[in-house]
T-cell receptor, first 116, second 113 residues
Framework: GAVVSQHPSRVICKSGTSVKIECRSLDFQATTMFWYRQFPKQSLMLMATSNEGSKATYEQGVEKDKFLINHASLTLSTLTVTSAHPEDSSFYIC????????????FGPGTRLTVT | AQKVTQAQTEISVVEKEDVTLDCVYETRDTTYYLFWYKQPPSGELVFLIRRNSFDEQNEISGRYSWNFQKSTSSFNFTITASQVVDSAVYFCALGNTGNQFYFGTGTSLTVIP
């Protein structure tokens, strides 16, 4: 149980275009979903936290207009990287949690974004 | 301030050796949660364990064991009789009641056959 999927697993796009990444909890309803960014050989950096039906809470330094997050249902959250630039190239990972506060997060397999 | 320190950046062991991954955390919260995750080369993080701040009981799961000591703010992870499949990056994380996670920088473990 507690499976989280992400789509696509890899995407290459041209500078200036937008890319949408989907995150789905397959066998449970996720109260909260999270989006992380991971640079090579580095730790995960939390970008934003989203609860179904409400606006995402962004971490300091994360541009909310650039990284649009929509948590449409208890099983789906999307991250759209708008007007992507090469510096946005990274590994994006989503996670989902059953509840608020202290519960383990289950991670998706990640999406490797390359902006050319 | 919330912080997790994994001082060991990279560790290499020979198969069947035991290895301990260190994790030290900082928090002012009285209620918090500690986690270990495994990230194999495929990239997907695998949940290993969660510990609540009020439960200092150590845990063993097969070849894995965890030692939680509040007195030293540590939550160390030991793999007994390591195997090649254990090669991965291991992350320690601190969670609060607001569901925020703070990850350490990870320890890359290589098990040499």
């Amino acid at each position: 149980g507690a499976v989280v999927s992400q789509h696509p697993s890899r995407v290459i796009c041209k500078s200036g275009t937008s890319v949408k990444i989907e995150c789905r909890s397959l066998d449970f309803q996720a109260t909260t979903m999270f989006w992380y960014r991971q640079f090579p050989k580095q730790s995960l950096m939390l970008m934003a936290t989203s609860n179904e039906g409400s606006k995402a809470t962004y971490e300091q330094g994360v541009e909310k207009d650039k990284f649009l997050i929509n948590h449409a249902s208890l099983t789906l959250s999307t991250l759209t990287v708008t007007s992507a630039h090469p510096e946005d190239s990274s590994f994006y990972i989503c996670s989902a949690s059953f509840s608020n506060g202290g519960y383990e997060q289950y991670f998706g397999p990640g999406t490797r974004l390359t902006v050319t | 301030a919330q912080k997790v320190t994994q001082a060991q950046t990279e560790i290499s062991v020979v198969e069947k050796e035991d290895v301990t991954l260190d994790c030290v955390y900082e928090t002012r919260d009285t209620t918090y949660y500690l986690f270990w995750y495994k990230q194999p080369p495929s990239g997907e993080l695998v949940f290993l364990i969660r510990r609540n701040s009020f439960d200092e009981q150590n845990e063993i799961s097969g070849r894995y064991s965890w030692n939680f000591q509040k007195s030293t703010s540590s939550f160390n992870f030991t793999i007994t009789a390591s195997q090649v499949v254990d090669s991965a990056v291991y992350f320690c994380a601190l969670g609060n009641t607001g569901n925020q996670f703070y990850f350490g920088t990870g320890t890359s473990l290589t098990v040499i056959p």
